[in-house]
């Protein structure tokens, strides 16, 4: 249990954050690199993806305004987005990733819109949330290990 | 680093012996991905060199060609993890280039497909790896890469090297029990899988 009122805040939302299926598996392998020689190693990685990231998005925005679709092209993007998110254990936006890239596959148009703007909601609250969290994680100072969500 | 032949420890074939680090050549086009597996091999002793395409681990090798070794003072590549899906050349063409037959090769992601998989091994990839890549991913390959043997020692396993020195495909398939018919021997207990992951 912890003492530290910081990190125990830092606990809560990290459970949350598991809980509420934001995070998967991957990202307490992430946590599980971080030690003393790498300690900001996980919010590297994180800053790393969203920073990436979010040039992809809008190749699959400007992708969208062109009709008709290139599908190909739209469902070559995702695959790379889909593969980064992946990596750092964005679990809802893997999710509609593959949704996305199911659509692609099937020439849907429509699905792939509507999959978009909930991946692009999905994304934009999780960049919200771990923002937060790394805040306190810094605040906080480091945790002792990284423990697997039950 | 320490390089014993393999006739002193009693003929085992033709791989030369290297010491627990391992010189790794890391290839992504994704920098998210690059990061992640940057520390996952450092993670397990390994020096790492990450690039981000075909085209520039070729011009890394093709530097390393000489026999004098690259970087890390003098460390030369012993392995090559590749992701699959990259542009210009994917990680399956990389394995094909002839450049690599001294070098196992290890081939990464994100798509489980088995037919995609029977391929690689089949052209002599060490092991596939399907992304999300773990920790426990990459310490089983660096285990078995560096596995130890009856007499002491360390040895690199590989396959496309044997394969070839034994000059008959046929008898070395399915190319991934060649590994565990090592392990066997040196009294490890591992399992294979029929597509490369435990």
């Known amino acids: ?150 | 680093m320490a390089v014993r032949r393999a006739e002193e420890m009693g003929g085992y074939g033709h791989s030369d012996f290297e010491t627990e680090e391992v010189h790794v050549l890391a290839v992504d086009d994704s920098l998210v991905d690059r990061k992640v597996i940057e520390r996952l091999l450092k993670n397990t002793s390994c020096k790492v060199t990450a690039v981000d395409s075909g085209r520039r681990a070729l011009q890394f090798l093709g530097l390393d060609d000489d026999k004098e070794a690259n970087g890390f003072n003098g460390l030369k590549v012993g392995l090559i993890i590749t992701d699959y899906s990259m542009p210009r050349m994917t990680g399956y063409e990389l394995l094909k280039s002839s450049v690599f037959r001294e070098i196992p090769v290890v081939i990464m992601s994100s798509e489980n497909i088995i037919t995609r998989i029977d391929r690689c091994l089949e052209e002599g990839a060490e092991d596939f790896i399907v992304k999300p890549v773990k920790l426990s991913d990459v310490k089983r390959i660096i285990d078995y890469m560096t596995a130890d043997f009856v007499g002491g020692g360390r040895r690199v396993i590989n396959k496309r090297k044997l394969r070839d020195d034994s000059g008959d495909r046929s008898s070395l398939s399915p190319p991934y029990t060649i590994i565990s018919i090592f392990i066997v021997n040196t009294g490890f207990s591992h399992q294979t899988s029929q597509n490369g992951k435990l």
Not at chain 1, 23 to 49: G, I, K, M, S, W
Not at chain 1, 61 to 80: T, V
Not at chain 1, 123 to 144: I, W
């Open chain 1, 1 to 150: 249990m912890e003492r530290n009122p910081m990190r125990r805040q830092l606990q809560v939302m990290r459970k949350s954050l598991f809980d509420q299926g934001y995070l998967d598996e991957q990202f307490v392998q992430l946590e599980e690199l971080q030690d003393d020689a790498n300690p900001n190693f996980v919010e590297e990685v994180v800053t790393l993806y969203f920073r990436d990231s979010a040039r992809l998005i809008l190749n699959i925005e400007q992708a969208l305004e062109r009709k008709p679709f290139d599908f190909n092209k739209l469902d070559g993007y995702m695959h790379q987005f889909k593969g980064s998110s992946s990596s750092i254990g964005a679990k809802r936006v893997k999710a509609e990733s593959t949704l996305f890239r199911e659509y692609c596959k099937s020439g849907n148009g429509e699905g792939c819109m509507r999959t978009f703007q909930q991946l692009k909601k999905e994304y934009a609250t999780l960049r919200k949330k771990l923002e937060a969290y790394f805040q306190v994680a810094r605040q906080a100072g480091p945790m002792e290990t990284a423990c697997r969500p039950k």
